[in-house]
Nanobody, 123 residues
Framework: QVQLEESGGGLVQAGDSLTLSCVSS????????VAWFRQVPGLEREFVAA????????HYGDSVKGRFTISRDNAKNTVLLQMDSLKPEDTAVYYC????????????????WGQGTQVTVSS
């Protein structure tokens, strides 16, 4: 059973912006820490951003800090990832994930996952 669903990926040019959405029909996301990870084939899944369920503390990976913003829309049970100043090296499949507890940067700490959305940034 798919617990999370990502949308908003696509093909953009370097310097453009894109917003990814993560929604759940089974989990109340405000109760969970929700994170975004990304993965390029053959490489380890990389932490992008996380937002804690309680208190709303945010964490960002070093490669996206200052360019990406994670936020919640609790009324829509959605977590957003606003991506600005995109670079070709941001090209990857982006996954959202959820866990009970505080934010973590390790993908194995997350229990629930979406199926991913492709983001491609051309130079």
């Amino acid at each position: 059973q798919v617990q999370l669903e990502e949308s908003g990926g696509g093909l953009v040019q370097a310097g453009d912006s894109l917003t990814l959405s993560c929604v759940s029909s089974t989990l109340t996301l405000s109760r969970y820490t929700v994170a975004w990870f990304r993965q390029v084939p053959g490489l380890e899944r990389e932490f992008v951003a996380a937002r804690s369920g309680s208190g709303g503390a945010t964490h960002y990976g070093d490669s996206v800090k200052g360019r990406f913003t994670i936020s919640r829309d609790n009324a829509k049970n959605t977590v957003l990832l606003q991506m600005d100043s995109l670079k070709p090296e941001d090209t990857a499949v982006y996954y959202c994930a959820a866990r009970i507890g505080s934010g973590a940067r390790i993908w194995a700490a997350y229990e629930f996952w979406g199926q991913g959305t492709q983001v491609t940034v051309s130079s």
